[in-house]
């Protein structure tokens, strides 16, 4: 029987994953000949041989691709033989319109581990160890296709021993586009805090500096970061206090995970999670007795673990005196810094030195954060290890989109054909650095994957600085989004359904289509249109913002509302604000008290009553800690009414005059906290069945920053699927505002494909 030759195009993450080399070494040994490229599309491969070995290779090629390979398409076409008497990798392409997608950056795998604690390796305690299976990809990548010169490794030269495991299809290395050994690879540094080089080993120094308690800051994957010994509560105390960081728990970095368990308990997802090639930062449970220091989490149960994710943090991590605080390299609200001349100017005030190297980074990239959540990850935060890989929908977009995301916790989304593009987390627009990663940001993804937006997703919020970025922008078609519709799309983009489902956003606020702010909403929702169907009951925010920070005056408002001029007596809450006539007063003025929906204000208003927190430092951190304080075994609730009419109103209120009445009769705080998420869980069912009689939908999406709470989410999910809903829930972006617009994106997409029908 004569040869056959085949086309493949195969579509995914397959660049600078090890592709093409398993491709060549799948097809020699199969007797094929033929060639293997990247371009512009993804990997292009022709076969020629036997009938059976070609069948055979096209079978292996998805069932024994690489790690890091995600395949999502091999397209095959017969055509006709040309007598090849080898296989081959030949140059790549760039011609055409990109398709390609880049692989995120990965964690040291563990051959180049035990090569890097070989002492007779090359590459013994060598800091940029990395292979086709591991190491920098999005960070380094300037453009595509994935190769050497278009990475911020082209400066660095390769010497003849790397050039021939780079050039050997049987190596390891075999066209690994970072690969670099202390020869010709980047070098370490130890600085001061003027940018003098320290004298002595880089990791044994920095090693003992921080034994001594000092501050470093530490070079990474997509940025510096600030690192202290988390058992030193001096150093811990210190950091906090130069990065102005008031409360906000660190992350902690542990050599593996025997360290991870002797400071939280670990159950087998989470140790997956731990240890997966993402590496995220996962939160745990602290265990009793933990010898971390009170400064790194004060306050908190939890503690965010993660491990090691390149050849210099465990280098360092071997040589360190105890696990590592390793927080983001910026002062509060400011985005991580990246470059090297950026660190050391906006870092000076607060590091004492500077472990750094030569290689540069290209696209700065926050640390993901990620909790455990029914035997799978639920996103806090998308960034490095996940960025820039693409959340695949059902259905194409006609037309290339740009989703510019919310204002808090930014990412924008990129989409085209069927993949949306999230990115990295930006952060909170509030300042030029932050606002100008959104925008460099936006430029490099739209170079990376070829798009050109013609329609340009954005919130209604019209103070957004996104949403002023978007109609900034000239020709192209403008898509409003409201706040929570996105939330719901999000959700059902997340899990590849289109609705409609009784969607539940729960969040802090969002602009509503009557001009109040929303944030406690049940919505009819699918991904073109929403209809408002419930809502909870809106009470006054009194001196607007300044009671988003000040928690203590929305329980005010709450109490006001429910009690007149009559409040409580013996509420401490009163008597530690003692001007809180004067905001009862403010929060009855409409001009200066907004009215909202939010359920996050209710949480605050709730965590100000018991004492929890009167006064934010961070987003969210009242209904973190009404989180932390809640008794896990109590199983009482509080009852919340709900008004009937066209749209029905619960009554948070309710909820407030039960937790003040416990309080008052002397019932413990963390029994009255679990109490208080019992009834938000009751109350959502209540009005989800009363809904469901309406509608008759019985699917559920829950998303917004509130259904964080993992300890609301399992009392909430297990209520509604108890009553016969499905229940969809985030998995792939975050259920708070970093996943917004990967909701603006679906919703702009199904939109356009309505109105071009």
Same mark, same amino acid.
């Given at each position: 029987m004569g040869s056959i030759r085949y086309e493949v195009r195969v579509e995914g993450v397959v660049q600078g994953v090890g592709f093409r080399p398993f491709v060549h070494s799948l097809a020699t040994r199969l007797g094929l000949a033929g060639h293997v490229r990247n371009d512009v599309h993804g990997v292009f491969i022709e076969i020629e041989g036997a009938a059976d070995a070609a069948e055979h290779f096209l079978c292996s090629l998805r069932y024994e691709a690489p790690p890091l390979a995600v395949i999502e398409k091999i397209a095959v076409e017969s055509i006709e033989p040309v007598s090849d008497d080898e296989f081959r990798i030949v140059g790549s392409t760039s011609a055409g319109s990109r398709a390609t997608l880049v692989s995120a950056d990965s964690a040291t795998c563990a051959d180049c581990l035990r090569e890097m604690f070989d002492p007779a390796d090359r590459r013994f305690g060598y800091a940029f160890t990395n292979c086709t299976n591991c190491g920098p990809r999005f960070t380094v990548v300037r453009d595509i296709p994935y190769d050497r010169p278009l990475t911020t490794m082209s400066a660095f030269d390769m010497c003849a021993r790397c050039a021939a495991e780079y050039h050997d299809p049987g190596d390891r290395r075999f066209h690994a586009q970072p690969v670099c050994c202390p020869e010709c690879g980047p070098r370490l540094r130890l600085v001061d805090a003027a940018g003098a080089t320290l004298p002595g080993d880089p990791i044994a120094e920095a090693a003992a500096a921080l034994g001594r308690g000092e501050i470093l800051s530490v070079k990474g994957l997509g940025g510096y970061h600030l690192a202290v010994d988390a058992t030193d509560q001096d150093a811990s105390s210190a950091l906090r206090k130069r990065k102005h960081r008031e409360d906000k728990p660190f992350a902690v970095m542990v050599r593996d995970l025997a360290q991870a368990r002797e400071l939280c308990a670990v159950n087998e997802v989470e140790a997956a999670l731990l240890a997966s090639r993402r590496r995220p930062i996962v939160l745990l449970d602290m265990l009793p007795g933990s010898r971390i220091a009170p400064a790194v989490a004060p306050g908190n149960r939890q503690l965010g673990l993660m491990l090691p994710y390149t050849p210099l943090h465990h280098l360092l991590l071997r040589d360190a005196p105890g696990p590592l605080v390793l927080t983001s390299g910026n002062v509060s609200d400011? #985005? $991580? *810094?990246?470059?090297?001349?950026?660190?050391?100017?906006?870092?000076?005030? @607060? *590091?004492?030195?500077?472990?750094?190297?030569?290689? #540069? @980074?290209?696209?700065r990239t926050d640390d993901s954060v990620v909790r455990s959540f029914r035997g799978r990850g639920m996103l806090v935060r998308r960034s490095r290890g996940y960025a820039p890989e693409p959340v695949a929908l059902p259905r194409e977009f006609p037309r290339p989109v740009l989703a510019c995301g919310a204002e808090l916790k930014n990412t924008f989304s990129v989409a085209k054909n069927r993949h949306v593009f999230v990115s990295h987390h930006i952060g909170d627009l509030e300042n030029y650095e932050t606002l100008r990663s959104f925008t460099t940001? $936006?430029?490099? !993804?739209?170079?990376?994957? %070829?798009?050109?937006?013609?329609?340009?997703?954005?919130?209604?919020? #019209?103070?957004?600085?996104?949403?002023?970025?978007?109609?900034?922008?000239? %020709?192209? %078609?403008?898509?409003?989004?409201?706040?929570?519709?996105?939330? $719901? *799309?999000?959700?059902?983009?997340?899990?590849? *359904?289109?609705? #409609?489902?009784?969607?539940?956003? !729960?969040?802090?606020?969002?602009?509503?289509?009557d001009g109040t702010i929303w944030g406690g909403e049940f919505l009819r929702a699918d991904l073109v249109d929403f209809q408002r169907l419930a809502h909870l009951e809106p009470v006054p925010l009194p001196g607007g913002t300044t009671a988003i920070k000040q928690p203590w005056r929305t329980a005010v408002a709450y109490l006001s509302g429910r009690y007149g001029d009559d409040l409580p007596t013996g509420l401490d809450l009163l008597r530690r604000n003692e001007t809180w006539p004067e905001v009862a007063a403010v929060a009855r003025q409409r001009a200066h008290s907004p009215l909202t929906s939010s359920a996050g204000r209710l949480f605050d208003a709730v965590a100000a009553i018991l004492g929890v927190r009167d006064a934010i430092n961070y987003e969210g951190q009242a209904a973190i800690e009404l989180e932390q304080l809640a008794d896990r075994d109590e199983r009482g609730g509080y009852p919340a009414s709900v008004s009937t009419g066209n749209v029905l109103r619960a009554q948070g209120a309710d909820l407030v005059a039960a937790v003040v009445d416990d309080l008052r009769s002397g019932t413990p705080g963390p029994v009255i906290a679990a109490r208080f998420h019992t009834g938000i869980a009751a109350m959502i069912h209540d009005v989800c069945v009363r809904l469901r009689e309406r509608t008759g939908l019985a699917e559920v999406a829950l998303s917004g920053g509130v259904f964080q709470n993992m300890l609301l989410l399992h009392r909430v999910v297990a209520r509604l699927e108890s009553s016969g809903f499905r229940v969809l829930v985030h998995s792939r972006v975050p259920p708070n505002d970093g996943g917004v617009s990967l909701g603006q994106a679906a919703i702009a997409g199904a939109r356009d494909r309505g109105a071009r029908r």
């Open positions: 400011e #985005p $991580i *810094a990246y470059r090297d001349d950026e660190a050391l100017h906006r870092l000076a005030g @607060i *590091a004492d030195g500077f472990l750094t190297h030569d290689r #540069p @980074i290209h696209m940001g $936006i430029e490099h !993804f739209t170079r990376l994957f %070829d798009v050109e937006p013609a329609v340009v997703a954005h919130d209604l919020h #019209p103070e957004y600085l996104s949403t002023k970025y978007a109609v900034d922008l000239d %020709d192209v %078609d403008l898509v409003g989004v409201q706040h929570h519709h996105a939330h $719901i *799309a999000s959700c059902l983009a997340d899990n590849g *359904a289109d609705g #409609p489902v009784l969607g539940v956003a !729960f969040d802090g606020l969002g602009y509503g289509t």
